[in-house]
């Protein structure tokens, strides 16, 4: 493994920005690689190489520190592979979506108190689907109260209709 002086050196000259992807991208290629060694004395090969797979999926650190925490928690290599399966790329899609959840509960607040701007952050944790934050975004504007909105709200996780 280079050392950071190493890289510096091979780094220099080039963008900023280039940089700082090429910085970002190794960091995830480390965090995904200590994931895999720590699946695989765990749970071994079979189910490292599964994690793998899945991991390579991910573009962004904190889905893969999600998955660093079922390692420590799974019991067993199946429920393991149970949670990467039912997740698949959700992950990702709920860290995507971190600024529009914000931009909801500033929306709230203004409309109707901090109560309720921390009652529908706490719920908006379980909302990852663009789509259906959307159409919160649409309960915020027609609900007349914050109690029909956090109702609605409540059924977010449910087929939208």
């Known amino acids: 493994m280079k050392s950071i002086t190493d890289l510096a050196r091979e780094w220099e000259g080039e963008m900023p920005l280039e940089v700082a992807e090429r910085g970002i991208a ?9 994931l895999c060694r720590q699946a695989k004395r765990k749970f071994g090969s079979e189910v490292a190489a599964e994690l793998a797979r899945w991991a390579d999926t991910l573009t962004h650190p904190f889905p893969l520190a999600v998955a660093s925490i079922w390692i420590i928690d799974c019991a067993s290599g199946p429920t393991l592979r149970k949670l990467m399966e039912l997740s698949g790329e959700s992950l990702d899609e709920w860290w995507d979506a971190r600024p529009l959840r914000r931009l909801l509960c500033v929306g709230a607040k203004h409309k109707f108190g901090r109560e309720a701007q921390a009652e529908l952050a706490a719920r908006l944790v379980l909302v990852s689907d663009a789509e259906r934050l959307t159409t919160v975004s ?3 504007m027609d609900c007349d109260s914050s109690a029909d909105l956090l ?8 087929p939208l209709t």
Not at 26 to 34: D, I, M, T, V
Not at 151 to 158: C, I, K, P, T, Y
Request: charged share 30%; aromatic share 4%.
């Open 26 to 34: 190794r960091g995830l290629e480390c965090q995904r690689a200590l």
């Open 151 to 158: 109702e609605m709200v409540g059924h977010a996780h449910e």
């Open 138 to 140: 649409d309960w915020i």
